[in-house]
């Protein structure tokens, strides 16, 4: 069965904007896109999700690897003692002498867990080449590694402490997501709760609703 995600605003990369735009999802592979009136007319039967804002391309977390290994994710248990946020740098080290494989091994599986609440569908590689426990985790996450930077793009800039955000890193659309929306390409899709593109840069908040990796609704927020 074929969803429609639609949204106000549908930036494909590469493309056009599409305004009342609509991504229609089969299996794992984007079946159309364009119009909302068009897709719909065309997929009458297919189950429609209607989103605010705007939907784009999955976003890549380029500093994966740093928020994989070098970082602790802390349990929600732990939320009193720890906070939150992802721990780094003397945090962790205070953290290493108690830090078991189970415990290493949670704390990937909640990272993986977080970027996906922040539209990443695709991890910046390469990731786990001497680490196995890694690459089965981000396997099983279903998030695809991708190489580090696609032909024509700068060197990537790594500094400072690592954000679960992939637009902190400061590029904009083009440069953060996976690659363009096309049809019959992957269904993978990020939808964010701002009324366009400039607002999905800066300092200002820039929430997603919604993730799509591979066809499946893997994130909503409430």
Request: hydrophobic share 45%; charged share 25%.
């Amino acid at each position: 069965m074929l969803t429609i995600h639609a949204a106000p605003l549908v930036l494909p990369v590469g493309a056009a904007a599409v305004v009342d735009g609509a991504v229609a999802v089969g299996g794992d592979r984007i079946a159309a896109l364009g119009p909302y009136e068009d897709v719909s007319a065309a997929h009458p039967a297919a189950r429609v999700r209607r989103w605010p804002g705007l939907i784009t391309p999955g976003l890549r977390q380029d500093r994966a690897a740093e928020l994989l290994t070098r970082c602790y994710h802390p349990d929600p248990r732990e939320a009193d003692e720890l906070g939150e946020l992802p721990l780094w740098g003397e945090e962790v080290e205070r953290l290493a002498a108690t830090m078991d494989t189970a415990r290493r091994a949670g704390s990937v599986r909640r990272g993986l867990q977080r970027m996906l609440r922040h539209g990443t569908t695709h991890l910046a590689g390469p990731l786990g080449a001497d680490d196995p426990a890694l690459r089965t985790a981000v396997a099983r996450s279903g998030l695809v590694v991708q190489v580090a930077a696609l032909p024509g793009e700068p060197p990537l800039v790594r500094e400072g402490v690592p954000d679960l955000d992939p637009f902190a890193a400061g590029g904009d659309l083009a440069r953060t997501s996976h690659g363009p929306l096309t049809v019959g390409g992957r269904a993978d899709l990020a939808v964010f709760d701002v009324p366009d593109e400039a607002a999905l840069y800066g300092g200002g908040p820039r929430p997603c609703v919604a993730t799509v990796l591979a066809g499946r609704l893997v994130h909503r927020a409430r």
